[in-house]
């Protein structure tokens, strides 16, 4: 049997169903996994994705965009194949893609995160494994050097470097990706304990109001203006992108310590070619066991790895006796000084 998923120049094209998932050139029919900007591309004739995406998606691709939404597990058919769309857990409305047709399941996953003990996410459903015969697994962070604290412990030292940054008198201006990570810092630092008062850079507030819109309870916090009286305030948290880095906007919260939360902290040096006080290790895409323990559960004989270190994780599911292989695509949101998410 022909397989379900190929490459095609436009993307990752499923020929039963007439349809790409996740395409980095403009086509007919588009499957979106998550609303990331390298997945969510604008210029597709019709996108599907799950329903809790559409307003991250129409805040990027605009009100004229012609979306339309599954709830997780709804089953719909398209040509000869069967599509449904299941929690990844890694920004909100990600999704992994469930293909089913002539007897055989592939899962295509997107991005994920796997949640391990003292992971607190609220801001988006949790990971849910998929049982299938060919898993199409993301590997942003697939080396075994890649392994995460509990995001709990992260937030403490974040909270921590925060208090350290007040005391100082001086802001701390905390950046991460405004779609997924900024949403994750404002849920756990913006609490009733807050050692001072949480702003966040205007990309972030348009996303935070997509999620409130989607049901999620995102504390409220202050959206950084040109009115904004940052001499006024003591011992302030400002989360925002990274773009912002340098940037006169930066400059105007006068006296400040900066930090990055992203997982290629990890790596030593990261942080110092970042050019940042601090480095926080906190991901939203799964370390290496989360990878390991995604592909165990699904069941799969047959792993098919795409963007990020394929190569070593192909060669380690191959020693494993799994089939292993590598698709070339154009994804990557969470690379090194990368602005797609923005």
Not at 71 to 86: F, K, N, P, Q, W
Not at 283 to 310: F, K, N, Y
């Amino acid at each position: 049997m022909p397989d379900l998923v190929t490459r095609r120049p436009q993307g990752l094209y499923c020929e039963p169903g007439g349809f790409y998932i996740d395409p980095w050139l403009p086509v007919d029919r588009a499957v979106i996994t998550h609303a990331h900007a390298d997945h969510c591309r604008p210029g597709h004739g019709a996108y599907l994705a799950q329903r809790d995406a559409l307003g991250l998606m129409r805040a990027r691709l605009g009100d004229d965009a012609p979306l339309e939404g599954l709830a997780y597990g709804e089953t719909r058919r398209i040509g000869d194949v069967a599509v449904s769309l299941h929690p990844a857990g890694h920004v909100l409305g990600s999704a992994q893609v469930r293909l089913e047709h002539g007897g055989e399941v592939w899962v295509v996953a997107g991005d994920y995160f796997v949640s391990g003990a003292g992971d607190c996410n609220t801001t988006c459903a949790p990971f849910e494994p998929v049982r299938c015969d060919v898993f199409v697994t993301e590997s942003t962070f697939g080396l075994p050097i890649y392994r995460w604290a509990p995001q709990t412990a992260a937030l403490a030292d974040m909270r921590a470097w925060w208090m350290d940054c007040a005391a100082q008198g001086r802001h701390a201006l905390l950046m991460g990706y405004s779609l997924g990570k900024a949403q994750r810092l404002v849920a756990g630092l913006a609490t009733a304990d807050a050692p001072g008062p949480v702003l966040v850079h205007g990309a972030v507030a348009r996303l935070n109001a997509a999620y409130r819109e989607a049901g999620i309870a995102l504390p409220d916090v202050e959206t950084v203006t040109p009115e904004t009286k940052f001499k006024a305030l003591r011992g302030a948290l400002v989360i925002a992108p990274p773009a912002v880095q340098g940037s006169r906007w930066a400059k105007a919260l006068g006296p400040h310590g900066d930090a990055f939360a992203s997982g290629w902290m990890r790596l030593r040096g990261a942080r110092r070619r970042r050019g940042v006080d601090r480095g926080f290790v906190f991901s939203d895409h799964a370390d290496w066991p989360g990878l390991l323990s995604a592909i165990r559960a699904t069941g799969a004989q047959r792993v098919i790895v795409t963007h990020g270190d394929e190569g070593a994780l192909v060669r380690y599911l191959t020693e494993l006796g799994l089939q292993a292989e590598a698709f070339a695509t154009e994804y990557g949101d969470d690379t090194p000084g990368a602005e797609a998410a923005e």
